[in-house]
T-cell receptor, first 112, second 115 residues
Framework: AQSVTQLGSHVSVSEGALVLLRCNYS??????LFWYVQYPNQGLQLLLK??????LVKGINGFEAEFKKSETSFHLTKPSAHMSDAAEYFC??????????FGKGTRLSVIA | GAGVSQSPSNKVTEKGKDVELRCDPI?????LYWYRQSLGQGLEFLIY????????KSGLPSDRFSAERTGGSVSTLTIQRTQQEDSAVYLC?????????????FGPGTRLTVT
C-alpha cells in the first residue's frame, strides 16, 4: 500500500522567503506524485505532478518539486513566497488502478 | 469547459435524517471519486467509480454510506441515518482515466453539518 508523510502541519514564512514543504512517500511500485493546493472554502487545485518523466517538475504559480527516488521524497519549493500563497498544501501518491492517497496537509502562512 | 460541480454547497441536517450529495463530473471523465475532509483527519478516500461500476468501496466508513453513478456521469453519495461524526466536507473529483497518472479535478465540496 502507498502512503504519504508531510512533515510539518503548519509552516510559516516571510514574504519573499523560500518556501519548502516536505513530502515523503512509500510505494512498492514506481509511483505517480502530485501536489495540490486548497484555498479556504474551495476544492483542491493541482499544482504539479510527477509521472516518471523529468524528475524536476515545474508547476503553476512558480512552484516546483523534485522527485528523489533514493530519498523517497517529493518536496515542494518556491523561491519567493507571496501573500497569495497562503493556503493548505497536500501531497498525494498514486499507482495504477488505485485512488490517490493524500498526506494530512501542510498549512502555509505568509507573513508580511 | 465546466469543472466539477457539487450540490448542495452546504447542507445542515438533523441527526437521523438521510442526505443525498450530488456530483457532476467533467464531461468525458470516466473516473469519479468521493473523499471526505474533516478537521484533523485530512482527506479520506470513500469510493471511486470507473464508468458506472465501483471496483473499490473499501473507504466507505459504514453501511450507512452508499453511492451510485448512472450513465457514466452524475454520481450521488447517500448517507442514511446521519450521525454527528458525519459532519465534514465531502469532495468529489473526476479524472480522464483511472490509469494513475491522470490528475484528478476537484469540485468545491459540500459542507455537511449534522446537528
Amino acid at each position: 500500500a502507498q502512503s504519504v508523510t508531510q512533515l510539518g502541519s503548519h509552516v510559516s514564512v516571510s514574504e519573499g522567503a523560500l518556501v519548502l514543504l516536505r513530502c515523503n512517500y512509500s510505494s512498492s511500485v514506481p509511483p505517480y506524485l502530485f501536489w495540490y493546493v486548497q484555498y479556504p472554502n474551495q476544492g483542491l487545485q493541482l499544482l504539479l505532478k510527477y509521472t516518471s518523466a523529468a524528475t524536476l517538475v515545474k508547476g503553476i504559480n512558480g512552484f516546483e518539486a523534485e522527485f528523489k527516488k533514493s530519498e523517497t521524497s517529493f518536496h515542494l519549493t518556491k523561491p519567493s513566497a507571496h501573500m497569495s500563497d497562503a493556503a493548505e498544501y497536500f501531497c498525494a501518491v498514486s499507482v495504477p488502478n488505485t485512488p490517490l492517497v493524500f498526506g494530512k496537509g501542510t498549512r502555509l502562512s505568509v507573513i508580511a | 469547459g465546466a469543472g466539477v460541480s457539487q450540490s448542495p454547497s452546504n447542507k445542515v441536517t438533523e441527526k437521523g435524517k438521510d442526505v443525498e450529495l450530488r456530483c457532476d463530473p467533467i464531461s468525458g471523465h470516466t473516473a469519479l471519486y468521493w473523499y471526505r475532509q474533516s478537521l484533523g483527519q485530512g482527506l479520506e478516500f470513500l469510493i471511486y467509480f470507473q464508468g458506472n461500476s465501483a471496483p473499490d468501496k473499501s473507504g466507505l466508513p459504514s453501511d450507512r454510506f452508499s453511492a451510485e453513478r448512472t450513465g457514466g456521469s452524475v454520481s450521488t453519495l447517500t448517507i442514511q441515518r446521519t450521525q454527528q461524526e458525519d459532519s465534514a466536507v465531502y469532495l468529489c473529483a473526476s479524472s480522464f482515466s483511472q490509469a494513475g497518472s491522470y490528475e484528478q479535478y476537484f469540485g468545491p465540496g459540500t459542507r455537511l453539518t449534522v446537528t
